[in-house]
C-alpha cells in the first residue's frame, strides 16, 4: 500500500485451484502484506492453509456468504477478515486497510452472527439453566441431600411432610432432567466446581 493509502496490486491469479498450485511450488513473491482470497472458489480453504501456515500475509475472504457456519468456518481458518458478497470496491479497500491494522473487517451482518455465537458459546449451559429454575426450598432439600440426609430428617429439619420432600426431590430431579438423586447432585456439584 503506499502512502496515499490506496491498494498497490501486486498480482493477481484467476482461481484458487491456480493459486494453490502456485504456492505449492514456491512462496509469492513479492510477498503480498494482504491477499484477497474468492470464498466462492473451489479449494479457497485450501489456499488459505497455505498461506497462513508459510506467509505474514492477512488474508481477507471475499463474497462470504451470510451463512453463520460458513463464517465460522472461515473464521476457524485464521482468516483476517471477510468482505460480503455486495461489497463494492471502496468496502475492499477500507477492508484491506483494517486488515493492515490488525482490525478484523467484517459486514455487520457477520458481525452480529459471529457476536450472537460467542454469547450462545459462553452462555450458561443447560444444567446451569435448570439449576436457576429450582426453587429456594428445592436448593434447601438438595443441600440437605448433599449432606446424606433421609426424607424423614430433611422433612423434619425444614418442619414440611415427607411426601412434601419427595415432591421436592421429584422437581429437581425432573428440572435437572435427572433420573436418580445422586445423578441430581452430580450435575449441581458440576455446576458448582465449573463457577
Request: hydrophobic share 45%; charged share 25%; with cysteine.
Amino acid at each position: 500500500m503506499n502512502a496515499t493509502g490506496r491498494v498497490t496490486v501486486v498480482g493477481a491469479v484467476p482461481t484458487a485451484d491456480l493459486l494453490l498450485r502456485l504456492l505449492e511450488l514456491a512462496p509469492l513473491e513479492p510477498a503480498p502484506d494482504v491477499v484477497l482470497l474468492d470464498a466462492q472458489s473451489q479449494k479457497t480453504s485450501e489456499c488459505l492453509g497455505m498461506l497462513t501456515s508459510g506467509s505474514t500475509a492477512k488474508v481477507v475472504v471475499v463474497a462470504v456468504s451470510e451463512s453463520e457456519r460458513e463464517v465460522i468456518d472461515w473464521a476457524g481458518l485464521g482468516v483476517s477478515g471477510f468482505i460480503g458478497q455486495n461489497a463494492s470496491a471502496e468496502d475492499i479497500i477500507v477492508a484491506i486497510d483494517g486488515a493492515l491494522r490488525g482490525e478484523v473487517p467484517c459486514p455487520p451482518g457477520l458481525v452480529r452472527q459471529l457476536f450472537e455465537r460467542l454469547a450462545e458459546l459462553a452462555g450458561p449451559t443447560t444444567d446451569q439453566r435448570a439449576c436457576a429454575r429450582l426453587t429456594k426450598r428445592e436448593l434447601e432439600v438438595v443441600e440437605l441431600l448433599e449432606q446424606g440426609w433421609s426424607n424423614k430428617q430433611i422433612a423434619n429439619r425444614l418442619n414440611i411432610g415427607v411426601s412434601t420432600v419427595k415432591n421436592h426431590v421429584h422437581n429437581v430431579l425432573e428440572k435437572l432432567h435427572a433420573h436418580r438423586r445422586g445423578e441430581a447432585l452430580a450435575i449441581l456439584r458440576g455446576i458448582v466446581k465449573g463457577d
